[in-house]
C-alpha cells in the first residue's frame, strides 16, 4: 500500500471542467475568498447573500479530491441547513450517530434530540461536497474562479492588504484582484496568513490523518459512523494517540481512515503502518481489503486547536483550516469552516456597511472576538485534554470498561466530543457541558 501525502488541501486531481470563461483579466470586489473549500465557499454564499460583490478564487477545478473522512455530525449539518442547501436530497447519506468500537466492546450512540440542532449527521465524499458548495456559493452570486492561485496578498503602504497576486490557468498568466477585505480558506498551506506574517502557534501540535475508499456492500448503508478507539502503532506497541474510522457513503463505498496527534508530542505516527495493521482487525465480511481498495491511502495534516492568530488583521480574515480550527476534541473541521464562515460573512457585511476608517476596522475586529466568544473555553480545554490524555494514551484511556459500560457518561463524552450542546440548556447532560466549560480561565483573545 503506497500513502500519498497531502499537505495543502488536496486538491491535484484532474480538473474536468474548464476555467469560468468570464475572467480573463483583473478584477475588483467588495471581498476577496481564497480557496474554495467548505470555509471559502460557505463565507462567499454568505457573503453573496448579503449583497456583497464577492470573488472566490480557488487553484483548482471542480469536481476535484480532498483528503478527508467526509463525516459530517449535527452542527456541521446546521451549518448546511443555514446555508439552503437541500439535504434531504440525493446523493447524502444520514446517519443517526455514532459507533464506539474499543478492547471488543461496541456501543452505539444516537444524536440527542435538541431542537436547535439536527439529530442526525451526514456523509457525502468532497468530491462531490466541495463541488456542491462551490455551485451553490455561485448560484449565490459569488464570482467563482477556478484554476487561480494566489500566490502573495498585495498590500498597501501601510501593511494593509488591498488584494492579491495570482496565475490564472495552465500558462500561469499573472493576474491581480483587489478588493479592501480579503478571506484566506485556503487551508493548512495558510499561504496568504502566512506571506502576511501570522504564523502558526509553534506550541500546538499538528495532528496527521489518512484515509482510502473501499467498496463493501456490507457496511455501505451502515446508519452509524464507526470509530476504532483501541488502535495500535506496530512499530513501537503504543496505542496510537487518535483514532479509526469507517464512514458509509451510501454509494457502495466506505471511507477509512485514522488520524493521529504526534507521539508524545513531535514523534509523527507511521500512518500507513498502523492502517494496515488495523484493517486485518476489521471482519473479512466487510470487504475493507487491498482487493476492494477505490483509492491509494491519502494522508494530510489536521490544523487545530486555533493554532493560527489573531484570526483578523489589517484587512484580512482567517477561516477554516488556514486558522487552525480542526476541533482538537474530534479532529473535525468542515463544521468549524463553515460556522467560521459565517461568522466572518456577517461581520464583514456590518463593517461594510460602515465608511471606511476606524469605525470600520472596529467592526471587523468583531471576527476574532465572536470566534473566542463561542470556541475560546472550549478549544482551551481540547488543547489541554490534546496534551495530557490523547496525544499520550490515545482515545482508549477515556473509553474504558466502565465508560463503555456507562449510557450517561457516553453520552456526555460524545457530546463533548462533537460539540452537541444546546444553548440556553436543555437537559442535565447541556448542564454538566455548560458547567464543565464556565470552569475554563478564559484564554487570550
Ligand atoms: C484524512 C482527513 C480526514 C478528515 N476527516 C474529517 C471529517 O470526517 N469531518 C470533518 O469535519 N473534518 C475532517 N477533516 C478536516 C477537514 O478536511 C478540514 O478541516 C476542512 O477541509 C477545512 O476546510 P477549509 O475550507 O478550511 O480548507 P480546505 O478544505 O483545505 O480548502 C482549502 C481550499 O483552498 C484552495 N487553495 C489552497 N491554496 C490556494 C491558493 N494559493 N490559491 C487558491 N486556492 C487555494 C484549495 O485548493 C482548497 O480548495 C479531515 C482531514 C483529513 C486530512
Known sequence: MTTEHDDAGGDDAPATRSPEPDGGQDEEAHVIVVGAGPAGSAAAAHL???????????????????????????????????????????????????????????????????????????????????????????????????????????????????????????????????????????????????????????????????????????????????????????????????????????????NVGLGALPQRRSRPVDLRAAMDHWVTRLPAGWGVREENAQSPLRSAPLPMGMNRRPQYRRGLLLVGDSAGMVSPWSGEGIGQAMEAAEVAAETIALALARPDGARREHALHQYPAEIHRRWGRYYRLGNLASDLVFSRYGFRAVLRPRVMASPVLLRTLARLLTDVSAEPRRDSIDAVLHTLLRLVPTPRP
Open 48 to 254: 453573496a447573500r448579503a449583497g456583497l460583490d464577492v470573488l472566490l478564487l480557488e487553484k483548482s477545478g471542480f469536481p476535484r479530491e480532498k483528503v478527508c473522512g467526509d463525516g459530517l455530525t449535527p452542527r456541521a449539518v446546521h451549518q448546511l441547513v443555514r446555508l439552503g442547501i437541500d439535504v434531504n436530497a440525493p446523493g447524502w447519506m444520514r446517519n443517526k450517530g455514532m459507533r464506539w468500537v474499543c478492547d471488543g466492546h461496541q456501543v452505539e450512540l444516537d444524536w440527542p434530540t435538541l431542537g436547535s440542532l439536527p439529530d442526525f449527521g451526514l456523509t457525502r465524499s468532497r468530491h462531490d461536497f466541495d463541488d456542491l458548495l462551490a455551485a451553490h456559493a455561485r448560484a449565490a452570486g459569488a464570482r467563482l474562479r477556478t484554476h487561480v492561485k494566489v500566490t502573495a496578498p498585495l498590500s498597501d503602504r501601510s501593511g494593509r492588504i488591498v488584494g492579491v497576486a495570482a496565475t490564472r490557468g495552465p500558462d500561469k498568466q499573472p493576474v491581480t484582484y483587489r478588493a479592501p477585505l480579503v478571506v484566506a480558506a485556503d487551508g493548512a498551506s495558510a499561504r496568504i496568513a502566512v506571506a502576511l506574517g501570522l504564523a502558526r502557534d509553534a506550541g500546538r501540535p499538528v495532528a496527521a490523518a489518512a484515509r482510502r475508499y473501499y467498496r463493501s456492500e456490507t457496511r455501505t448503508h451502515d446508519p452509524y459512523l464507526e470509530l476504532w478507539a483501541d488502535l495500535r502503532c506496530p512499530h513501537t506497541g503504543l496505542d496510537l494517540p487518535g483514532y479509526g474510522w469507517v464512514f458509509p457513503l451510501g454509494d457502495g463505498r466506505v
